[in-house]
């Protein structure tokens, strides 16, 4: 069934391809010197990667335009080759390619000269067949048909097939220097090769291609090359362990997938000083596509730069300095488990499935076979677990813990903290979705320039708005706004933002898997990273102006070199009961221009009634370079990125990361908090025990201080308590704390011991005084952790852990 899809597939693409060429037949092309019509390309130039080093995106896009432009039509279909590239995560071997080819345009002094017109119908017609029209270019690239891969050992190959040469030189020779130190190697075809390197990091591949003619062609590519679990054993000894989890039957069937295969997943155990683990802290990776983020951070040996892991995720500005929440738990006794999400490839239907993108369902089964595991074959002694979940990992853990405890299954499981998770949902401007959707898949039927899609901006749209978990969390998500059959042209009777039917399906889920929206047998808390003031966050100008609804984020007339003007506007959702145009994109060519007309695409946005957009909504912030960390930075998309007035955007709006009971479904995004209580009080507000809202909008799971503080805290209540605890007697009144002290107490202890310890046992701090209703000690100590204990002459003791900033 899968190979009957592919030859679909690429009849259709010939099929465009042939009517891409029709354009070319009444065309005298008599004296063209070789027989590639390959027209300048109005979103690249394609030439231009003869001098830089590319990727296998940049590869597509120049492969295609060849292609497309072959009058012989001796290349296969772009998907073929994207195919390979698939395949090789099977294989475990990285398929390289070349391309060789001259190849000829038509000149725009022909066009705006009125030498080559347009008849009625389209074609392109000669009015003088003495001018010469056309020019010629010659264009030889070479990559890895991936960009990255896992294994310091690294297999490459380049099979006869993947060298497309359409010139009148043969190849005699091809040398690579792969960039592991030992220098270039001259390479048999239809041979693998094997290569070691000596560390990780972006490598660049040097190929030298000799022609029959004796000239050598010098070319560069990239791939990034990462620590495989083996390299992690063999290099530092550390043990990652992969393991499946079975899903219950037809868990995935509302949302197409009549099998639900099992997911994979991979764990590390960061156990503390004694290396046992008996107080298990879980950290569940969130929404990762790409699986970009490892476990344990790692330095690029070439570059330099450091590469941030999961447990990085914990890193905190700590007075200057650098601190790490695991390393802080770590030292008090407790183990912390890394759960990820890795991208496998799945032998029972041939499927490559990226799990950091997955249904959150298949993720949370691996949570809870993970959780089973620890409970009953690693962890000592009777001590519950805490569990972390940041972003979708706060998703993946509420369902598995709800999960659990509908099954009767015990999860040992006494905290449970959710980390500016998406609890009614995410966003990514509509915006952006619409205009990165068009360019990457609405300029494929151009009649003479043919596909046009931006190659680069194709892995934003499938590997990550389009996936799984994307369709799950976003509030307002691009496809259900689309019925034209061109797949990108908004429908402006569906401008209000509408939830892709994924989204209803889970939400569905998590409100009902134990007959209550969150786990009854843990303690709930949230950290969010959005305002919880409903303060407003800052464009990139100078001023650092507010965003507010319907702010302008997008102004751009990009030159496309000198043949046509891409025009952009951006603009955030608007506010309440009102509609814009949100998202202009206009390609906009010259009247001489005979080989394409305009294109213009546009989309509106509503806001409900009942709230303003929500892209202007306080949240946690997604930095925007993360969304485009591999797109390059010159070029269409380089212009576009830089014309951006903003750098973050709204990802986790503050109202969601607390989930905030609502009315009807009906979110006010823009809800200022107000006297909070907890829906195991008396008033159903919002589902946790207790949480931590920052003032000013933060960058999405961000560790701070403050946060820290109120984390370790939970964290560390229990473990610190005595034979007596008497939390509800004696508290503190903050935490973490400034210059003095605040204990509450609701009633009078007369003669209280008051010490207090550093993390290193020294007393800083010692006295006998009573504690009334409220009792403040001025404290002129260090910023850092200590330890408050109490005494009362009634034998009753209170010790616990406080953050002095």
Do not use: C
């Not at 042939?18 to 010197?33: H, I, P």
């Not at 994207?82 to 002094?109: G, N, R």
């Not at 931590?692 to 560790?703: D, F």
């Amino acid at each position: 069934m899968k190979n009957f899809y592919i030859l679909v597939f690429s009849l259709v693409t010939l099929s465009a391809f042939a009517q891409n060429k029709k354009a070319f037949l009444k065309l005298d092309t008599s004296d063209m010197e070789t027989s590639v019509l390959a027209q300048k390309s109005v979103i690249t130039d394609i030439t231009s990667y003869n001098q830089k080093t590319i990727n296998n995106l940049s590869f597509y896009q120049a492969y295609k335009t060849i292609a497309q432009g072959d009058l012989q039509e001796r290349l296969s279909p772009l998907q073929s080759l994207k195919e390979k590239s698939k395949q090789s995560y099977f294989t475990k071997i990285i398929p390289l390619a070349i391309m060789h080819s001259e190849f000829e345009s038509i000149t725009d002094a022909a066009m705006q000269n009125n030498i080559v017109t347009k008849d009625a119908q389209g074609n392109l017609l000669r009015t003088n067949t003495e001018t010469p029209v056309f020019e010629k270019s010659t264009i030889t690239l070479a990559t890895a048909l991936r960009t990255e891969t896992k294994g310091l050992q690294t297999t490459f190959r380049l099979d006869a097939s993947n060298i497309f040469n359409t010139t009148n030189h043969s190849i005699q020779n091809i040398a690579i220097d792969f960039n592991d130190g030992l220098g270039k190697r001259n390479i048999t075809t239809n041979q693998n090769i094997v290569v070691a390197y000596p560390g990780p990091g972006k490598k660049t591949l040097h190929f030298e291609i000799t022609l029959d003619n004796n000239n050598i062609i010098t070319r560069n590519a990239s791939i990034e090359i990462k620590y495989s679990n083996a390299d992690l054993y063999t290099n530092f000894n550390r043990v990652i362990s992969t393991f499946n989890a079975s899903l219950p039957t037809n868990l995935l069937a509302p949302y197409g997938e009549p099998t639900s295969y099992p997911g994979t997943g991979e764990y590390e155990i960061f156990a503390s000083a004694d290396g046992i683990i008996d107080k298990p802290i879980f950290l569940v990776d969130g929404f990762d596509p790409g699986d970009g983020r490892p476990i344990n951070g790692y330095t690029d040996i070439i570059s330099g730069n450091y590469v941030d892991g999961l447990y990085d995720l914990l890193n905190f500005n700590d007075g200057g300095n650098t601190s790490n929440l695991g390393d802080l738990v770590r030292a008090e006794g407790f183990d912390v488990i890394i759960l990820n999400f890795p991208i496998y490839t799945r032998a029972a239907d041939a499927k490559v499935v990226d799990g950091g993108v997955d249904f959150i369902e298949r993720n949370a089964m691996l949570l809870v076979e993970l959780i089973n595991y620890i409970n009953t074959e690693e962890k000592i002694g009777d001590a519950q677990n805490v569990i972390i979940g940041p972003s979708m990992g706060g998703l993946i853990s509420r369902y598995a813990l709800n999960y659990m405890e509908a099954e009767n299954m015990d999860h040992e499981t006494r905290l449970w903290i959710s980390f500016d998770a998406p609890h009614h949902g995410a966003n990514v401007p509509i915006g952006f979705q619409h205009q990165f959707n068009f360019l990457a898949f609405g300029l494929d039927d151009f009649w003479v320039l043919g596909d046009q899609n931006v190659e680069e901006l194709q892995p934003i749209i499938d590997g990550m708005l389009r996936s799984s978990a994307a369709r799950q969390m976003l509030t307002d998500q691009f496809e259900p706004h689309i019925t034209s059959s061109d797949g990108v042209t908004f429908n402006s009777s569906r401008s209000l933002p509408r939830a892709h039917a994924f989204k209803g399906i889970l939400d569905g889920r998590m409100n009902t898997a134990n007959g209550s929206i969150f786990p009854e047998q843990t303690r709930n808390i949230s950290i969010i990273n959005g305002s919880g003031s409903n303060n407003r966050y800052p464009d990139n100008s100078p001023q650092e102006n507010d965003l507010v609804p319907g702010s302008q984020i997008v102004n751009a007339n990009i030159d496309l070199f000198d043949i046509a003007t891409l025009k952009v506007r951006t603009y955030f959702t608007p506010n309440a009961g009102t509609q814009i145009e949100n998202s202009k994109v206009h390609l906009d060519f010259p009247w001489w221009f005979a080989l394409a007309n305009d294109r213009e695409n546009n989309a509106s946005s509503t806001a409900f009634s009942y709230s303003n957009g929500i892209d202007a909504a306080s949240g946690g912030l997604f930095d925007i370079k993360k969304l485009t960390t591999d797109l390059g930075a010159d070029g269409l998309v380089g212009d576009f990125l830089n014309s951006l007035k903003i750098d973050k955007f709204n990802f986790i709006p503050s109202v969601s990361a607390m989930a905030f009971e609502t009315t009807t479904n009906e979110i006010n995004w823009f809800h200022t908090p107000s006297g909070i209580t907890t829906a195991r009080a008396t008033s159903n507000i919002t589902p946790f025990d207790a949480w931590y809202m920052p003032t000013e909008n933060q960058p999405h799971v961000t560790l701070t201080e403050g946060n820290v503080a109120f984390a370790l805290n939970e964290i560390f209540q229990e473990t610190l308590s005595t034979d007596t605890y008497i939390e509800n007697s004696i508290k503190l009144e903050q935490n973490p704390i400034t210059n003095a002290l605040h204990i509450l107490s609701t009633k009078t202890f007369q003669n209280a011991k008051i010490t207090i310890v550093d993390v290193t046992g020294k007393i800083v701090y010692h006295n006998n005084m009573a504690l009334n209703e409220r009792t403040s000690i001025p404290l002129h100590i260090a910023s850092g952790l200590y330890i408050l204990n109490i005494e009362t002459s009634e034998n009753q003791n209170l010790k616990t852990k406080f953050m002095v900033k």
